[in-house]
Structures are given as C-alpha cells and as structure tokens.
C-alpha cells in the first residue's frame, strides 16, 4: 500500500489506516479475539496506521492494540491515540498535571515508554488557542512520554487554528463525500504548513457503505441509533450530520458514481485518499471482511467525472445544512 508521511511526524502511514473507535465502545460489541482479528487482517493487508483514543471502551481498545503489538513485535505499525476527555470538557483541565495522568495511562494501555502521536481529543474551541496547552504538549515531547501532537477537531476553524501552532503535527478532521467543507481552506493551509491530515469518519458511520436502507436498526448501545440528536456528543461524529434519510437517497446517487470493479465502501475511502493534502483515511470495521475490503479501497481510482459527481451530489442534498456548521 501507498505510504504517505503524516505531516511533522516524519513517519510513513498507509493511505488507508484504521479506526479503532468499534474495538471499544458505541458500535455494537466486539470481543477480544476479534479485536485481534480485525488488527492482524488490517497489517497483513497493508495498514501501517491505527489511531484508537482512551476514551473508546474506557481504554479497550488501546489495550486490544498493546496485545496485538506485543504479540507481534516486527511490525512497523504508527499508533495514535487521543486524550481530554476523560474529565468535564472545560478548558481548564487542558492542564500539563492531567495530560501526565491521561498519557500515562495510554502508555501502559499501549505497552510503550512513547506514544507516536497524542492528540487532543476534540476539545472546547478555546483550547486550540491556548498557548499553555501547546507549551505543555511541547513539554511531554522533550521528555520523551510522546513523540508527537497533534488534534482532532469537530470544525475547519479549529483545525485552521492549530495549524497556525508549529508543534502541530497532524489534523484529524471528519471528511467525506457528505462533509466536504476541509478541502476549502484546511487541506491547502495544512499542505502549506507540512501538517498531516487523517480523516475520519470516512463513511459517514456507514451510510457511505451503501448497505443501510430506511428498515435498518442500530443496536441500543450504537451512537448510530443513541446519538442522532446529538444528545451524548457532537452530532456532525454521526452519520456526519446528516439527517439519515436524506443519506439514503444521497447514497443512491453516489452509487451511480462507483467504478466497475469497486464496492460503494471503496469508492468513497478511495475518493477520500485522492484528495490533496490527505495523508490516511481511517475506517473503522467490524469484521475482517470489512477491514481487507477497506484496505483494499488504496487500489480504487478516482477520475474527474467521478469527483464532479460527489461535488454535485454535496452541493444539492447537503451544502445549505452541513456548510455553515461545520
């Protein structure tokens, strides 16, 4: 698989890497032997990036990375994980005192002295201009706990802002063929910048899969079906905003779109990984069917027509809603 160098870091990353966010938590249940499943599928195919969060099954998945890295220690394999909210999301807990706390739990979780990136969990807006959080991140470097940072935002402005911080490392923003605000001004300003961009959310929490239909039911236990509102966090991480049935009749467009040869899966990651200035798409996965099928998507080539018809397809069904909020 293609390797592209994820901004500051200097390190290569697959194109297509691995969401680990289902190992944990918010996607149905997923047991241990198929958490190991799932990550020795995703490395055979290719996947040299994972990025998990402490937060996901109150530290399950990290643990679930850790084992598999244990046990397989040849493997070049670049993990980064996120921190902040383990605490009310408030911009004074951005603290050097509690990222000690939270990044010393990643590490024993992970199984590692020093974590490859760190980055701060979707914060309050205020953190990403705080410069004591940028100088106390700068800190955990110098003492080797992390060997990178970098952030993951919920909006361009965000991200806009911890670009302009030369410690930062790396953006994780939601982009998909429904969220297509980044590539304004986030991608060129990262690109400018040498900053990575991972993007997230990559199938719009699987509608971008083209196998949901209006009778399709969520586990109780499944952000798909407990956060459609926004009730337990920020809307835009489910089904990226969208209202689902809308999603639906997009899909149906984007399915016209997808080149012989290719799933609907495919297409989007693949559409996602073209586009200038990113560095990893990450999709999560459930089965190891998904996962090979998902690292496979690096093969998938997109033309212009194809790209014009996601443009279009954004422009009539999502831009008036999704634009400005974003």
């Known amino acids: 698989m293609e390797q592209r160098i994820l901004g500051r870091t200097g390190r290569n990353v697959s194109t297509v890497g ?19 499943e799932l990550l020795a599928a995703s490395a055979e195919a290719g ?22 890295l244990k046990d397989n220690q040849g493997l070049d394999i670049t993990v980064a994980t996120k921190m902040g909210r383990r605490m009310d999301q408030k911009p004074e807990n951005y603290t050097l005192a509690n990222f000690r706390q939270w990044i010393d739990r990643s590490r024993k979780n992970l199984g590692t002295d020093t974590l490859d990136l760190v980055q701060l969990h979707c914060p309050p807006t205020p953190v990403y201009s705080n410069a004591e959080v940028y100088d106390a991140l700068d800190t955990l470097v110098s003492e080797g706990a992390i060997r990178n940072y970098g952030v993951s935002v919920e909006r361009t402005d965000e991200a806009l802002e911890a670009i302009r911080h030369p410690g930062t490392a790396s953006i994780q923003i939601i982009l998909n063929a429904f969220r297509l605000k980044p590539l304004d001004e986030v991608l060129p300003a990262a690109k400018a910048a040498g900053v ?28 798909r079906n407990y956060n459609r509102d926004g009730g337990s966090f920020d809307v835009g991480e489910t089904f990226s905003g969208v209202d689902y049935a809308l999603g639906l009749k997009a899909v149906a467009e984007f399915e016209q779109l997808v080149p012989a040869g290719a799933s609907t899966a495919q297409a989007a990651i693949a559409w996602i990984a073209a586009q200038d200035g990113v560095t990893s798409v990450i999709p999560g996965a459930r089965s190891v069917e998904q996962a090979t099928a998902n690292a496979a998507a690096a093969t998938v080539k997109i033309d212009e027509e194809f790209d014009g018809g996601v443009r279009w397809i954004y422009d009539h069904y999502f831009r008036e809603a999704i634009h400005p909020r974003w």
């Open 18 to 36: 691995l969401g680990t966010w289902q190992l944990g938590a918010d996607w149905g249940n997923v047991d241990d032997a198929q958490a190991q």
């Open 47 to 68: 996947v040299t990036f994972f990025d998990t969060a402490d937060v996901y099954g109150d530290g399950k998945s990290e643990q679930a990375i850790g084992k598999f």
């Open 196 to 223: 990575g961009i991972i993007a997230r959310v990559p199938l719009a929490s699987g509608l971008l899969s083209g196998k949901y239909s209006k009778d399709t039911s969520f586990a109780d236990n499944d952000h």
